[in-house]
């Protein structure tokens, strides 16, 4: 079974990809040892704060109180907007589904 990080790795790699495609150029990306990951990315007219939350065939738990004012106080002070990821991965790391994307304010 993967650890942790190896869940938050791969549901960040997933989620830099799908921006890429997008045309976002990738700032930071940080997995925290929980499996937690952080990602600042900015296209043309744009900056966002991603938090990617990834679990393994089920769906990832949903934002602490805590977790969600962190990190749209994050995204204010660097001017980006922010937004949260939830990959579902299978024992294989390869993703199950789409990723599901919400706004966060």
Do not use: C, F
């Not at 679990?55 to 805590?66: Q, V």
């Amino acid at each position: 079974m993967p650890t942790p990080k190896e869940i938050g790795n791969a549901g960040e790699g997933y989620v830099v990809e799908h921006l890429k495609g997008r045309g976002y150029t990738i700032d930071k990306s940080d997995t925290h040892a929980s499996g937690l990951a952080t990602i600042e990315a900015h296209e043309e007219k744009s900056k966002m704060l991603v938090l990617v939350k990834s679990a393994i065939t089920d769906e990832p738990s949903n934002l602490s109180a805590k977790e969600q004012r962190e990190i749209t106080s994050r995204a204010k002070r660097i001017g980006a907007v922010a937004r949260e990821a939830k990959v579902i991965l299978n024992t294989n790391l390869d993703i199950i589904g789409d990723i599901r994307w919400r706004e966060l304010s």
